[in-house]
């Protein structure tokens, strides 16, 4: 359970870094 929790939390932190990266450009 806090595996899945931490995980789908890494997931959304890698594609907010990739969001804003995108918008940066």
Not at 3 to 9: A, E, G, S, V
Not at 14 to 23: D, G, I
């Amino acid at each position: 359970m806090l595996m899945m929790k931490m995980r789908m939390m890494s997931v959304m932190t890698m594609t907010m870094a990739m969001a804003m990266l995108l918008s940066k450009d």
